[in-house]
């Protein structure tokens, strides 16, 4: 079996995985509201990670954005209290859209497509086209052998 054609099938099987997680990601985005908002500030939390046996950990750093934002004339702020990998990519003055939940006004987030993707999601999708992308190559392996 040709190169081409083995980047091919990974391809359209990651395709196939990724359609009903993305169909599920949008109606999960359906109940927020979005505005737009500027951060203020950022706050940088230290925190300490415990480690296991002669490694005793150390300390991590959680950056920590505030955000104001404008919703029925009202003025509004919040923090991110969330862990947030993206975080450190934010500067005082930069202007984002902020996702708040339609049916709990206090739960407010900067939004990204990637904070609302979870780690585990990402492995739920890669794992399986890993094995079937695998399988294939295998059976056309064996089949090349029998010829």
């Not at 203020?40 to 415990?50: Q, S």
């Not at 920590?64 to 450190?88: A, C, M, W």
């Amino acid at each position: 079996m040709s190169k081409k054609k083995n980047i091919r099938f990974s391809l359209i099987v990651l395709g196939a995985l990724l359609v009903p997680f993305l169909i599920s990601k949008r109606v999960e985005l359906r109940e927020y509201d979005y505005y737009k908002g500027k951060i203020t500030t950022i706050d940088v939390v230290r925190v300490k990670v415990g480690g296991a046996g002669r490694y005793r950990g150390g300390y991590d750093y959680i950056y920590q954005p505030t955000v104001q934002y404008i919703r029925d004339n009202d003025t509004i702020s919040f923090t991110e209290h969330r862990k947030n990998l993206f975080g450190i990519l934010h500067e005082v003055g930069d202007k984002v859209e902020v996702a708040e939940e339609k049916y709990n006004r206090e739960n407010a987030r900067i939004y990204s497509f990637w904070y609302f993707l979870e780690t585990y999601q990402i492995f739920l999708i890669l794992l399986p086209w890993a094995l079937i992308s695998s399988i294939h190559r295998f059976i056309y392996i064996l089949r090349d052998s029998k010829k």
